[in-house]
């Protein structure tokens, strides 16, 4: 198979950037290229880079941030649950259990794919402490309605917005505003550091908080690294996690950074619009809904085929080397996270999503000839 569904788009220049951490500083650890990297992407998002903290993986960040929000202390039993879709990557999942709290697994629009308050409030339990909207093929939608219903029963908010970094809201970067904000810069995320997330907290003591619990919680230890130093009198006051992030995934993310606007915001934007563009007239199959609010850099290119023939189309195009992704397997129909809640509108979702080649090495003649293929599948009797 030729086409990719996705991929890492890097090249000499983060190359380069490695080899100048190896050969030039021999810092392989958290250090100075780490401390630049945070300044480099508050600059971007525009906010004080005290709020940030960069993990290993954007699972890392996500577990530091239950873990910062949630009431009690890691290892004391039951500390509460957290409004989540079951419509995510296990990895949101994995995050809220991680910290012993519970994954209450909710509803989403069939147009969106993104949260349905309505089934969230019908959820909300005594001991529930926050919602976790995931913003599914990068897509912020109802952000302001999820922080007014946050709002009204006394909820934290933690966006996992894994997909949606380089995503705006009214003009706004997704992270640059609200409550606790988690990206992951995986291999084919919208940039990469090779692994590696990041968490923004506009909570200013929280955001300490979890600078400290990425390193063991010695919490000298970073602004030590930070100057090329160690602490070597330490004390640790809570349980911490070796979830930090190296100058070797730093070096790639600062390169990658410097691509996100000028390169892979336009191609996907382009390819994605492509897609819609050429399969606007066809009834059989559907797009999610975004809105106007919204400007999305799109992760990844979900499609909805119609009349319960996703699973015939998705053979075909595999059957003609076109890659077709599954975006994602409900939480609740997984056995760790079984629940008994049927949650009929993410069953259908998951019967009707295909997720389309996405990345920015991707022409639009690749475009052109996915989509038909599609209607090749769908005109086939
Ligand atoms: C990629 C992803 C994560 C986790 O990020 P990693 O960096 O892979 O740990 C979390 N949630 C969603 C929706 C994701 O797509």
Redesign the pocket.
């Known amino acids: 198979m030729s086409m990719r569904l996705s991929r890492s788009v890097v090249g000499e220049r983060e190359a380069d950037a490695v080899r100048r951490v190896i050969v030039e500083d021999g810092y392989l650890g958290m250090g100075s290229e780490v401390h630049r990297f945070e300044d480099e992407l508050a600059d971007y998002l525009g906010v004080e880079a005290s709020l940030l903290a960069t993990a290993n ?6 577990t530091m941030a239950v873990d910062a929000v949630a009431p009690g202390h890691f290892g004391e039993g039951r500390r509460g649950s957290v409004l989540v879709p079951s419509l ?2 296990v ?2 999942f994995q ?1 809220i259990t991680a910290c012993g709290c519970e994954a209450i697994p909710c509803e989403v629009l069939l147009e969106t794919g993104t949260l349905d308050l309505e089934d969230c409030a019908k959820r909300l339990r005594p001991d529930t402490f926050a919602i976790m909207p ?3 093929a990068s897509n912020p939608y109802h952000i302001d309605e999820i922080y007014a219903f946050a709002k009204e029963h006394g909820l934290r908010v933690i966006e ?1 917005a ?2 949606a970094f380089g995503c705006r809201h009214k003009g706004k970067k997704i992270g640059s505003f609200g409550d606790v904000v ?1 990206f ?3 291999g084919i ?1 919208n940039i990469t550091s090779g ?3 990041l968490v923004v907290c506009h909570n200013q003591d929280e955001a300490y908080t979890m600078q400290d619990v990425r390193l063991l919680s010695v919490a000298k230890d970073t602004k030590a690294r930070f100057t090329g130093g160690r602490t070597w009198d330490p004390d640790v006051t809570r349980q911490g996690w070796r979830f930090h992030m190296s100058n070797i995934m730093a070096a790639i993310g600062r390169v990658q950074l410097t691509r996100l606007e000028s390169e892979f915001i336009p191609a996907r934007k382009r390819l994605s619009a492509l897609y819609k563009t050429l399969l606007a007239d066809e009834s059989r199959v559907a797009f999610l809904k975004t809105s106007p609010d919204d400007d999305i850099c799109p ?1 990844i290119q979900p499609l909805r085929v119609l009349n319960g023939r996703m699973h015939e189309v998705r053979q075909y195009l595999l059957d003609h080397d076109i890659p077709v992704g599954v ?2 397997k409900p939480n609740h129909l997984l056995s760790y996270f079984k629940s008994q809640a049927p949650l009929p509108v993410t069953e259908q979702l998951y019967s009707e999503l295909m997720t389309l080649p996405l990345h920015p090495a991707l022409s639009d003649d690749d475009i052109t000839l996915v989509c038909k293929t599609i209607r090749d599948a769908l005109d086939k009797a």
């Open positions: 993986t954007g699972t890392a960040a996500l995510t990557f990895a949101s995050a995931v913003h599914y996992d894994a997909h988690c992951s810069f995986d995320k692994e590696g997330g992760h975006h994602y």
